[in-house]
T-cell receptor, first 106, second 114 residues
Framework: KNEVEQSPQNLTAQEGEFITINCSYSVGISALHWLQQHPGGGIVSLFMLSSGKKKHGRLIATINIQEKHSSLHITASHPRDSAVYIC????????FGTGTRLTIIP | ETGVTQTPRHLVMGMTNKKSLKCEQHLGHNAMYWYKQSAKKPLELMFVYNFKEQTENNSVPSRFSPECPNSSHLFLHLHTLQPEDSALYLCASSLGLVYQETQYFGPGTRLLVL
């Protein structure tokens, strides 16, 4: 059974700080998804990756298949980045982490 | 706007009521999904439809009944729900099945069962 763990559960940082959120999974997967959920509840897919690194604006996602680990980085963090970040692994099923609640203080 | 709409956005119902949640996608996608998000729990995938056919039912109680009349519309029919069914219900769609595709989520329906 695949298990997905995220750390930290909660993270508070000052505006401008570099942010790292971690995701570990226990079995081989075909892809790893990063999602962002704002306080209103809506979810946006940020990345889907199966190897290496992807970048979109200030967000960078990396994955290490051998170590079964992925990270989401945010550079020059801003209060609008405050949200819950969720990772999900996919093989034959989707398994979600419990999320990391990020708060960026101005 | 993600191209996926859900109605209603909020719903309060008694345990004996029957109601339906509606999801519509305008993206030309072939796969649609229902998720449940309870407080302090991970997202739970409830149902998967691909080309209108149900391909996944993750042990969801029969008081939740999905319907997918075409690739653009997905319904979740609710009857005799329990208070523990109170949650945010999210619909999503993707071009192909999510295991290799990016999903687009609707805004969700926040359900309260009294």
């Amino acid at each position: 059974k695949n298990e997905v763990e995220q750390s930290p559960q909660n993270l508070t940082a000052q505006e401008g700080e570099f942010i790292t959120i971690n995701c570990s999974y226990s079995v081989g997967i075909s892809a790893l998804h990063w999602l962002q959920q704002h306080p209103g509840g809506g979810i946006v897919s940020l990345f889907m990756l199966s190897s290496g690194k992807k970048k979109h604006g200030r967000l960078i996602a990396t994955i290490n298949i051998q170590e079964k680990h992925s990270s989401l980085h945010i550079t020059a963090s801003h209060p609008r980045d405050s949200a819950v970040y969720i990772c999900a692994s996919s093989n034959e099923k989707l398994t979600f982490g419990t999320g990391t609640r990020l708060t960026i203080i101005p | 706007e993600t191209g996926v709409t859900q109605t209603p956005r909020h719903l309060v119902m008694g345990m004996t009521n029957k109601k339906s949640l509606k999801c519509e996608q305008h993206l030309g996608h072939n796969a649609m999904y229902w998720y449940k998000q309870s407080a302090k729990k991970p997202l739970e995938l409830m149902f998967v439809y691909n080309f209108k056919e149900q391909t996944e039912n993750n042990s969801v109680p029969s008081r939740f009944s999905p319907e997918c009349p075409n690739s653009s519309h997905l319904f979740l029919h609710l009857h005799t729900l329990q208070p523990e069914d109170s949650a945010l219900y999210l619909c999503a769609s993707s071009l192909g099945l999510v295991y290799q595709e990016t999903q687009y989520f609707g805004p969700g329906t926040r359900l309260l069962v009294l």
